[in-house]
């Protein structure tokens, strides 16, 4: 069955560093594009940064500059480096990565990450 882990959240102040990781296991099937999506508090979630396993990368304007989705293709690892954190980024993040030939997206469990003023 696959698993995706998520690590890495944490308290943070304003202006600080975080850096998310995201371990996939269970599958020989390869992956496809791999993400991190944010849910706010009593907002809906968001795309925050998605990579497709050629390297092309797509950003939420409210994080390009700040944050660096990365991956390890052989280790089957996604990686969000998010620098210079806001209030506003406050959220539970989750990995997502779409596998296999027909591409079935499957979600992590979520790491929350907090920052303070």
């Known amino acids: 069955q696959v698993q995706l882990v998520e690590s890495g959240g944490g308290l943070v102040q304003a202006g600080g560093s975080l850096r998310l990781s995201c371990a996939v296991s269970g599958t020989t099937f390869s992956i496809n594009a791999m993400g991190w999506h944010r849910q706010p508090p009593g907002k809906q979630r968001e795309l925050v940064a998605t990579?497709?396993?050629?390297?092309?990368?797509v950003y939420a304007d409210s994080v390009k500059g700040r944050f660096t989705i990365f991956r390890d293709n052989a280790k089957n690892l996604a990686y969000l480096q998010m620098n210079s954190l806001k209030p506003e980024d406050t959220a539970l993040y989750y990995c997502?990565?779409?596998?296999?030939?027909?591409?079935?997206?499957?979600w992590g469990q979520g790491t929350q990450v907090t920052v303070s003023s």
């Open positions: 997502n990565a779409d596998v296999g030939p027909y591409r079935y997206t499957y």
């Open positions: 990579m497709t396993s050629g390297g092309l990368t």
